[in-house]
């Protein structure tokens, strides 16, 4: 069974950074994807980055320029470097994976938040 895990949250000052990571545990099978999404209070989930079909990669808007996704397929990790910080920027942020055999797995989410 497939498991994420993601580390790397907490508090920060505006205009600085964090670095988060999920690992995925066990044995994934076919073609996958791993992205990073994020969930404000009061407010819906939404996609933050991920890798498309084409090789490029998805950013929500807000973040581009600041946020750059990463991953390391030998050890099924993706990171989410995250640049410039904003109080904005404050959510829950969760690890998804996608793929020919996983409609969509989530981690347990880690807790950002931007504050002065």
């Known amino acids: 069974q497939v498991q994420l895990v993601e580390s790397g949250g907490g508090l920060v000052q505006p205009g600085g950074s964090l670095r988060l990571s999920c690992a995925a545990s066990?044995?994934?099978?076919?073609?996958?994807?791993m992205g990073w999404y994020r969930q404000a209070p009061g407010k819906q989930r939404e996609l933050v980055a991920e890798?498309?079909?084409?090789?490029?990669?998805n950013y929500a808007d807000s973040v581009k320029g600041r946020f750059t996704i990463s991953r390391d397929n030998a050890k099924n990790t993706v990171h989410l470097q995250m640049n410039n910080l904003k109080p904005e920027d404050t959510a829950v942020y969760y690890c998804?994976?996608?793929?020919?055999?996983?409609?969509?797995?989530w981690g347990q989410g880690t807790q950002v938040t931007v504050s002065s």
């Open positions: 890798p498309s079909n084409g090789g490029s990669t």
């Open positions: 998804h994976l996608r793929g020919t055999f996983y409609s969509g797995l």
């Open positions: 066990g044995t994934i099978f076919g073609f996958y994807v």
